[in-house]
């Protein structure tokens, strides 16, 4: 039992229970499903998680936890606008191609069916998130002193679009790297949005 | 019952169905909850689609017909590189945001349980109109004659994340018009992907 406990098994649950909503569609997994795969009874399952709801909104709730983790607390410790900004896009795009961390990730993207209040609680932090890309669009593009063309707000959407898209094509074994995605949207971005 | 054949069904209930889907899940929406907000008996929709799978492929093979005929066919009577492309970008965009047709347009990017063989399908369109891109891209490239530091792959991964990506956040009533969009991811994509 101590052992269990040490080997988070909330984490565990996230990520199987992730897998199979992708696999086979998050109604059609029930929590059987879930407690099957993990070789945990039900009652062993419900101990962790009330329903499958409370899961869904975990996961959401974790992906979100791992990219302020991953991106936004290590790009706050950067100095310079322009720096911080090229750390955070090579940060988002680690995290979107990060194998361990990809079930859980994608799930963000997916309109399942939460139930209101959970879903504008989810919402509330990806809009977060995109506020604080779009501040630092807006620093990186007062420092250059350069008129863009191109507002923070749509520079912001542009971005997240380029880098949240590349879960429905990257291929871990294709042709393009995740270090060549990072410099050629880095690139991209740079010359495209900030002038 | 002609009247009814005039009014192209097929194409309503996959409109119906796709927003059912949305609204509620793909695993939660039954024929059942199809045919009673089509107002239809179960055997009139079963007259139309044979299952569920069948609705869900139609509406996704629907949502490449729109791309095809809307984006593709139009930009190919084009003359010159470079506005086949800022046309491509334009009606792109104008597909995602088309009131009428995002229900249908959205099921392509979320990831539905498909029967393998349909799922083949479905992805050989997607992946056919990123190699069209990716040629127009390549394109415009050579014509500029400018070494880019972006190939052509890169830059059209990029492009469709962008614009794919506006379901998620855009709202009609919001700041940023569809023209603006246009504008502005047009500014981005040239200057950032042609170098």
Same mark, same amino acid.
């Given at each position: 039992m101590l052992r269990e406990a040490t080997i988070e098994p909330r984490q565990e649950i996230l990520r199987t229970a992730a897998r199979l909503f992708q696999q086979q569609g998050y109604d059609a997994t029930s929590m059987n499903d879930v407690a099957a795969a993990l070789k945990l009874s039900k009652g062993g399952l419900y101990h962790h998680f009330q329903s499958k709801d409370e899961i869904l909104f975990d996961i959401m709730s974790h992906a979100m936890d791992i990219t302020e983790e991953r991106v936004i607390n290590v790009v706050r410790r950067i100095d310079g606008a322009e720096e911080r900004l090229r750390t955070l896009i090579r940060l988002h795009i680690q995290v979107v191609l990060s194998p361990e961390d990809r079930e859980i990730t994608v799930m963000l993207h997916e309109n399942h069916p939460l139930p209101p209040a959970l879903r504008r609680k989810i919402n509330g932090r990806k809009k977060d998130y995109l +506020?604080?890309?779009? !501040? *630092?669009? @807006?620093? +990186?593009? &007062?420092? &250059? !002193?350069?008129?863009?063309? +191109?507002?923070? &707000?749509?520079? @912001?959407?542009? *971005?997240?679009g380029m880098i949240n898209w590349i879960y429905q094509w990257y291929k871990p074994d294709g042709p393009l790297t995740g270090e060549a995605i990072v410099r050629q949207y880095t690139d991209i971005f740079f010359r495209g949005a900030l002038g």
């Open positions: +506020v604080f890309v779009e !501040n *630092l669009i @807006a620093d +990186v593009q &007062r420092k &250059r !002193n350069s008129p863009s063309s +191109v507002t923070p &707000r749509a520079a @912001a959407f542009a *971005l997240a």
